[in-house]
């Protein structure tokens, strides 16, 4: 199985990074998006994309309306006191979203829910 890690923290994108190889993943982060980007996800063809919903780099919202147009699972993640933002990602048609801590911590759960 794939995964595709959209975030520019080194740190949190890597810890995910090892919590999928170690669970047997094929994972790729993507720091900085271009306007190609969803074509090489698609090119990829992750079983799902992580994206830190409060990239100040990226478009996360949008390109998570992107991405679930073109019928991609979406895993977003953000810190636990953005309720707001958590929300909106949740209209635009993210499947699950998590805290920055609970998306490693509880990887295995975050994924049998999804």
Known sequence: MKVIIIDENMIL???LRNQARNKGFEAK???FTKPD???KIKEFN???IFINLESRVNNPLQLCKDLKENGFK?????GHTKVDLARSAKEVGV???ATNSSVISHFDEILNGV
């Open 46 to 48: 992750p079983d799902y």
């Open 37 to 39: 980007t969803i074509e």
């Open 95 to 97: 499947d699950f979203v």
């Open 74 to 78: 979406i895993i977003g993640y953000c």
């Open 13 to 15: 994108s890597s810890k």
């Open 29 to 31: 982060v993507i720091s």
